[in-house]
């Protein structure tokens, strides 16, 4: 049974979802929002429309569950919401489309605190915002632990989406953003090197022998806590020819073995292209970490790989890295990459 | 790290999602599914790639949590499926849309058998295939208990959305399929009246003193367990000019408790129009319940609730249960139906 807006504040502490119940916290969540546009139907109703002009949609759909995605006392409710975000519209880019729209499946518990889940939707809406996408609708339901559901639509622009089974022996394999930067943040975590979620500079001390202040290092936990993928470099690899691509979520070595297999080529990756990226080598360096292993299995950065015909004029966004050839699998400078695994979260 | 294949029967048991890894489990998955058709891109890659020929995506997302949203020593793995398939696809319906795609977000213990995830797939592409969709992609990953995060995506077919705000004065009130017959299904399996998750019939006797098999409730059961929208009624309800359409999932107080709020409606109910259910009075009569309190207020049947203009001719599907009047709120047989709530899935 809802209970009345009077018990909202009856114990004098937070909010809770309990507190304002179903149809509450759905309220507390649309006036987060824009109202929906003149030709959509938004948060409210039975579902919500969306425009697809080019007569097809881009769809994907991905979980977050708390302590396996995320935990709440290393990352702020907006920092979440924006990590939710941007792992579904990767996805959408990553086929070459234009992300449009977002919808938020929220799992909590009762106990949870009403201003928390408004942090989350702002950092949804907001990196939805970055993308050129709008949170359109969704659900909400109890459960014993936070779980988010989310599910991002692009649009096509009326290119054919751009698979992982076309790369051919000969093209370039490169890279628009950069790799292990969250493996790199999360490390820096679990070493203890990072502040309160949200901050951006250290507010607990260096572990004994560990040199430098951690807040060297703001740059890699902002990436673990708030990754950018580069959403326009999807469509515009599309324009550009390419033959395949995919968004890194499980490493780079793990996610090129699915376009290895699926387009039946060898992806060599030749470390000494890959971009420098000085805060990753020093964190590597102070942690006694191996920066190479962050920057080839490290995921969630969210980067986008594909692959282009050979003789393609790639923007310098675009970093070569590599090469299709013949054959199977991944190799980095040309030795098998086995043992480069991703994750799996069942194991 | 994901582990070997031959891990997948080495202790002689029930094969696990743990046992297949994640990669493995979606193969398990997408195996059960027909391959992705010329113009789409099915599972497997980044994202689905849906046929959106109307210009716009009707899009909806839902949350199922074990224990909340059904139990699995009370529905079966297929019946699950059928479920959360048909809690989205009436969604789509419910705005007057054609489902086109379903997604599916599993999330899941590593101790799960795989035979229950295939089962679970099984029903929710059996329920798409009834209203027309396919299940295009999805996502799974680890937890505590199962979650389902279901969307469902639709196209109208050039026709402008029903929404819930169009309900006008003189309207008449009109609903498609049954309502009451889910809540009375689970109050039989509260009571213990019930056979085994996917029987048809009881496997467990009657509790003392209640008359009759169980049996004879088989249907209430199956309308629980695997509630059957009539998703061809939602297109049909545009054509033939609703003014508001609502999906029935709260209860059908509290749903036409929305559309009178959006619409700035009261909306009467007429008791004595509601469809007759001999099953739904016997099935109250066996349990000292109230069969009228179910129908007003039990959710989770689906059935389609509309307004039409009163000059509407409507097929026999469609039962005229009530009128739109001036006021607001819901009302039956002209009293205040206040108390009549549905589901509050945090209270």
């Known amino acids: 049974v809802p209970r009345g807006a009077g018990s909202k504040i009856s114990r004098g502490v937070a909010i809770t979802v309990a507190d304002l119940g179903e149809f509450g916290l759905i309220a507390a969540i649309a006036a987060l929002l824009p109202a929906g546009s003149a030709r959509g139907v938004g948060i409210g109703d039975d579902a919500a429309v969306v425009g697809a002009p080019d007569g097809r949609v881009v769809a994907t759909t991905d979980l977050l569950v708390e302590g396996r ?79 988010l559901a989310i599910t991002a639509l692009g649009d096509l622009g009326g290119r054919d989406p751009v698979t992982r089974s076309g790369a051919r022996p000969g093209d370039r394999l490169a890279v628009a953003g950069r790799t292990g930067r969250s493996a790199a943040g999360l490390a820096l975590l679990e070493a203890g090197l990072a502040g309160a979620p949200g901050a951006v500079g250290p507010s607990v001390a260096p572990a004994p022998g560990v040199p430098g202040p951690a807040g060297q290092f703001a740059g890699l936990l902002a990436s673990h806590r708030r990754p950018q993928p580069p959403y326009a470099c999807g469509p515009e690899a599309a324009i550009l020819g390419a033959t395949s691509m995919i968004d890194i979520s499980d490493g780079l070595a793990a996610d090129l073995g699915h376009v290895a297999e699926a387009s039946g080529v060898r992806l060599d990756v030749e470390t000494a292209r890959l971009p420098g990226d000085p805060e990753l080598r020093a964190a590597a360096a102070a942690l006694g970490a191996d920066w190479l292993r962050w920057a080839l299995t490290g995921g969630e950065d969210h980067a986008l790989a594909a692959t282009f015909p050979p003789q393609t004029d790639l923007p310098g966004h675009w970093a070569v890295i590599g090469t299709a050839r013949r054959g199977r699998g991944v190799t980095v400078d040309s030795r098998p990459a086995d043992g480069l695994r991703g994750w799996d979260h069942f194991a």
Chains 1, 2 share one sequence.
């Open 69 to 147: 995605h995320f935990r709440r006392d290393w990352s702020g409710a907006s920092d979440i919401g924006v990590k939710a975000a941007a792992q579904n519209l990767a996805d959408v880019a990553a086929m070459g489309a234009s992300p449009t729209a977002l919808l938020l499946g929220l799992a909590a518990p009762g106990d949870l605190p009403v201003a928390w889940v408004e942090d989350l939707v702002r950092g949804l809406a907001e990196e939805g915002a970055r993308a050129g996408a709008s949170v359109v609708g969704g659900d909400v339901s109890g459960a014993d632990s936070v779980m």
